[in-house]
């Protein structure tokens, strides 16, 4: 999975910059850390010209509102693009589709999702990145300062007013997402594992919340367990990340140790919250999520 540190790199037709990106398995009963494993230096190289040299196959993930249809030809050479980046040695590149285009799946195209299911890691990164450059670019046609359209800017990802020079790069919002466990190492101790009010099925997770400006991530820790649940926690520390697509959100994964307080749940936004132990955990989300790796590395670690 993408970690923090991309290269924002030039935006869609010409000579555009790609990045590598490699699949990797994702192995969410694996006892060893996945922070260990994954580094954006194994998964792509980044360059701001096209590849020079490339004879391999060409994808185009056409992005029809927010699913993706995958071909290797374009479905209409005048819609917009965007150069996503080497996949498996397959250059990959988003397609904006105009909402009032014939659908080039005839209906096929899949949610992020849904492709989960039916795609390798790698490709599934590629389909994420896709549809978040291509709704960073619908929403970013004209200046948010001075409402002059935008054009790309040369160089790097970015849309650029010609007017005032306002730079717009693409959305990353960070959210920290934590697993709370009381008692020491072992069999007896227990997780916090809360239901959201906008869960759309019926699954506990761990607790996350938005990083606010001026605040960092260890903070957003604190607070937001505070602000959800009730209790104080503290030792908060990074596990891993992952780029969450839905719509542009990066994840970033601690573990946080219970310190003290009872529960008093946040009605707005938590159902129901509780403490599990290792052998008897609710429905916990699938394997897409990095809630899952962090509840998996938990219920895996021996000690």
């Known amino acids: 999975m993408f970690r923090p540190g991309w290269v924002q790199t030039e935006v869609a037709r010409g000579e555009p910059c790609v990045l590598r990106m490699s699949a990797m398995s994702s192995q969410p009963n694996s006892r060893e850390p996945a922070a260990a494993a994954h580094n954006t230096s194994d998964l792509y190289a980044p360059t701001n010209d096209h590849p020079a040299g490339h004879r391999g ?5 056409h992005v029809v509102g927010s699913s993706v249809f995958i071909d290797t030809v374009i479905a209409d050479d005048s819609w917009d693009r965007h150069v996503v980046g080497i996949v498996q040695e397959e250059a990959w590149w988003a397609v904006d589709v105009p909402p009032d285009a014939e659908d080039p799946s005839y209906g096929a195209a899949l949610d992020l999702y849904s492709y989960h299911g039916r795609s390798s890691p790698g490709e599934w990164l590629a389909a994420g990145r896709a549809v978040q450059l291509v709704e960073w670019a619908r929403t970013h046609r004209f200046c948010g300062r001075c409402a002059t359209p935008t ?43 809360a239901r959201g009010t906008n869960f759309p099925i019926p ?3 761990c607790l996350a919340g938005f990083v606010e400006p001026g605040e960092d991530l260890e903070g957003a820790v604190v607070r ?7 209790l104080v926690v503290g030792n908060v520390r990074y596990l891993q990340s992952q780029p969450w697509p ?3 959100s990066l994840m970033i994964g601690f573990h946080a140790d219970y310190l003290s307080g009872d529960l008093v749940l946040q009605e707005d936004e938590i159902v129901d919250a509780n403490w599990y132990r290792k052998d008897d955990l609710p429905p916990i989300p699938p394997a897409i999520s990095v809630a899952r790796q962090l509840i998996d590395a938990w219920v895996n670690d021996p000690g």
């Open 57 to 61: 196959v060409q994808k185009y993930i």
């Open 151 to 193: 054009e790309p800017s040369p160089g790097e990802r970015g849309m650029k007013c010609p007017a005032c020079g306002l730079i717009a790069y693409p959305r990353v919002a960070p959210a920290m997402i934590t697993l709370v466990t009381r008692g020491e190492p072992g069999p007896d101790q227990e997780a916090l594992l």
């Open 203 to 205: 699954m506990y997770s």
């Open 224 to 230: 937001e367990v505070a602000e959800e649940v009730g």
């Open 246 to 248: 839905f719509p542009h």
